[in-house]
């Protein structure tokens, strides 16, 4: 396992290294640095020693908007959860200044699994994909049923009105930081507030539950880990399980979709028979409405939209960013292609 090249490590590794041998006693042989993929999000690193892998999970840098890359909330989140039959990896402690890594971080045990990228999961068998499908909707269900003030993360969140404040926080954003016009959104933050379904209910939402944040089993067809909590709060369900659901809604080179796919013929569900594995363990009986799926588009627009305007300022974390941010406008047509077609 190679380091990574001075250019891409943005702080000093033999701090690192003293400071967890102090924090960790025990750790044997060298420390080996990797990072983990590019991604848009938390810089992640492999942290190897002889007798023990760690992942350390980092905010980019000081220029971030106020509120995002929390990593002290992952690390909360995932603690508290370790307590409930939601398969998380165990997180071994937050580390609140800057003077080790130049930003706050946490350190973690590391899993053996799998993770994809794409939603087609590609290398298994089609009996398996439909078991893997399944799990991934089951898990949604269990973490939805948590009571998340018996863990104690009553304070994780604003209960109630969710549909409302995240209109309004995540139209805000794009206003702050957009680089260029997009009449859809323009558009769906006046269709968005007219439409809110009645009925509102608060659980734990992972807020980005999708196959790239999940880890299998190395070699058996169910989820072992969910990771990244950057944007997880209280938050009402509904809206996980539509984001969760975008990939029936989008193309293979629109962030890893399903549609244009044989999905009968892969061993994947339909959309329907999807949502109803996660209905099946769920607590809910509010059916899922188009609303929740216009709001899901329109929100990960808006954060395609940030990844661009970051990647003009030179300060986005994957390479691929720019490229990326451009499907702000893809996402946002797609959704008021649902309000037109209703």
Known sequence: MSSPTPSR???????????????????????????????QSNPTFFVDFDNRRLVLRKQPGPDILPGAHAVDREARIMHALAATDVPVPVVLFFHAER?????????????????????ELPGVTPAERRQMYRSMAETLARLHNVDFAAI???????????????INRWGKQWRDTKVSDNPSLERL??????????????????????????MFH?????????????????????????????????????YYGLRGLELAALGIPSEAE??????????????????????????????????AARARQGIAVAD???????????????????????
């Not at 000093?12 to 025990?26: H, I, N, Q, V, Y």
């Not at 104690?152 to 995240?166: A, E, I, S, V």
């Not at 099946?280 to 395609?304: D, K």
């Open 99 to 119: 003077d080790i890594v130049g930003t706050p971080f946490y350190v973690m045990e590391c899993l053996e699994g799998r993770v994809f990228a794409s939603y």
């Open 9 to 39: 490590l943005e702080f000093d590794a033999a701090t690192l290294e003293r400071f967890l041998r102090l924090k960790l006693p025990g750790l044997q042989g060298g420390m080996r640095l990797q990072r983990i993929g590019g991604g």
């Open 152 to 166: 104690g993360l009553g304070d994780y969140g604003k209960p109630g009105n969710y549909f409302q404040r995240q």
């Open 320 to 342: 691929n960013a720019e490229q990326v941010g451009r499907l702000g406008a893809v996402f946002s047509q797609r959704a008021m292609q649902l309000v037109d077609g209703a």
């Open 218 to 254: 190395p070699t058996e067809p169910r989820v072992i880990a969910v990771l990244d909590w950057e944007l997880s709060t209280l938050g009402h369900p509904l809206a996980d399980l539509a984001y969760h659901c975008i990939a029936w809604h989008t193309a293979a080179d629109e």
């Open 274 to 307: 999807h949502i109803a594995d996660y209905y099946r363990v769920s607590r809910r009986q509010e059916p899922i409405q188009q609303f929740h799926f216009v709001f899901a588009l329109f929100r990960i627009a808006v954060i395609f939209e940030g990844i």
């Open 189 to 214: 933050l006046e269709w968005l507030p007219a439409n809110i379904p009645p009925g509102d209910e608060s659980s734990i939402a992972h807020g980005d539950y999708r196959a790239g944040n999940l």
